[in-house]
């Protein structure tokens, strides 16, 4: 008899050596995306809504509500961008950088280079401030780099190095400056209070601690530095003016349409739905919970890491709870280990980032993936794969 593949059927890419399913088998604890909390995959099986159907509009008001809440910050401008991190990176620079204008970065891992050439593109003198990778950003170096910036940025979770930095006390001496912010590995995982700290514009990405795919953007920005953006900026999608229809105006002085919806783009209102469903689960639990359940989970595989010889590489004391750097200890082949702790176990780590990529891996406990029992699987795993 022929076998009848149907369109359902599992696509062999996702089969094990057994021909059964695997899709669900990977534990993702690596840098992200992180496994979704349940309640964000369900939601991605509702059924599809249309982007300006009445029941969606109210998801996407809530879903901003509840965005407020994870950034704590109460900006009427507070939306999920449809595309990724990369993408509310680009909105930030291109919407608040005149040409001219001086950025002061700090740059102590992967992404701050990344924002420099963001920063660039958009026509700004970038005063990068740099730092020894897996070291948190020196505040004071940073805000004496230069007299009269029209921006300072950094990354509050250094996703390439595991490294936290103080953005409070940046806030706090920022003078005129306003304040940009990426929260993409930090939102929904570490204390993060957009407005106590004075961040003006911030961006983020929902497949780390928010726990959800990877896909939107989460992206605020105070009444500052909308006063002080660019007009028409250069890129139309993520022009913030234009967006504003978008997600609605109500509420939001200079808003043109009286609170009615425009048509901007489609949005992705499946991925809003389960961004909705994500935030749900984390405000249910709580945010200080959501912070004590990662730094437990964190602290339990540092610990266990450091218990069993290994070397971590952020500096002690800025260590991210969500996301651990450690060491490859000599003469072990770092790919090797990562393909086998995949094959064998299902688990995926990272490799490092730049120069780091074969001599540190990253390990993140991220979202619904922060847990005791998930530090303690990864620590099982590791021995079994360095046969400690
Ligand atoms: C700190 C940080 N910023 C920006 C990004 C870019 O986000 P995306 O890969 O979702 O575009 C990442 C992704 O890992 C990140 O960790």
């Known amino acids: 008899m ?4 149907t369109a359902s059927s599992t696509p062999e890419l996702f089969c094990d050596g057994y021909g059964r399913p695997m899709i669900h088998a990977r534990k993702l604890f690596g840098p992200g995306p992180s496994n979704p909390y349940p309640e964000a995959t369900a ?26 809440e994870a950034w704590g ?14 993408a509310g ?39 990068p401030v740099e730092h020894e990778w897996g070291a948190p950003i020196d505040v004071e170096r940073v805000l004496s780099a230069h007299p009269s910036p029209a921006i300072i940025a950094a990354v509050h979770a250094e996703t390439s190095t595991g490294a936290r930095s103080d953005i409070a006390a940046l806030g706090a001496g920022k003078g005129d400056a306003l304040l940009l912010v990426d929260a993409v590995t930090s939102i929904g995982g570490i204390e993060l209070r957009a407005d106590d ?3 003006d514009i911030g961006y983020a990405g929902t497949q780390k601690c928010l726990g959800v795919a990877p896909g939107l953007a989460p992206f605020t920005i105070n009444e500052r530095a909308f006063d002080r953006r660019v007009v028409k900026p250069q890129s139309w999608y993520l022009d913030l003016g234009l967006l504003g229809g978008y997600v609605g105006e109500a509420g939001v ?12 783009h489609t ?8 961004l909705h469903a994500g935030l749900g689960r984390i405000l249910e639990e709580g945010l200080p919970a959501v912070w004590q359940r990662h730094e437990d989970a964190g602290r339990l595989l540092q610990d266990g890491l450091e218990a069993r010889g290994l070397e971590l590489f952020a500096e002690d004391g800025s260590r991210l709870p969500e996301l651990t750097t450690v060491r490859v200890p000599d003469g072990v082949d770092s790919a090797v280990i990562r393909k086998t702790l995949l094959e064998r176990h299902g688990i995926e780590i990272g490799g490092g980032a730049g120069e780091y990529a074969a001599s540190v891996w990253r390990i993140g406990l991220m979202g619904h ?19 400690r």
Do not use: K
Request: with cysteine; proline share 6%; hydrophobic share 45%.
């Open 2 to 5: 022929p076998s009848i593949r």
């Open 369 to 387: 993936n922060a847990t005791p029992d998930a530090a303690l699987l990864v620590l099982a795993a590791l021995d079994d794969v360095l046969q």
């Open 43 to 68: 939601a991605l099986g509702l059924p599809l809504l249309g982007h300006l159907d009445p029941v969606f509009i109210e998801l996407m008001d809530e879903t901003c509500d509840r965005l407020r």
């Open 89 to 127: 990176m680009e909105a930030a620079f291109v919407n608040t950088v005149h040409p001219g204008d001086v950025v002061v970065v700090a740059v102590n891992g992967l992404f701050g280079v990344r924002m420099c050439d963001v920063a660039a593109r958009c026509g700004a003198e970038v005063v």
């Open 73 to 86: 910050t109460s900006n009427a401008r507070t939306l999920p961008l449809s595309a990724t991190g990369s």
């Open 267 to 274: 949005a992705p209102t499946a991925m809003i739905a389960s």
């Open 197 to 199: 700290w004075g961040i």
């Open 253 to 264: 002085r200079g808003g043109t349409n009286g609170g009615g919806r425009t048509y901007h």
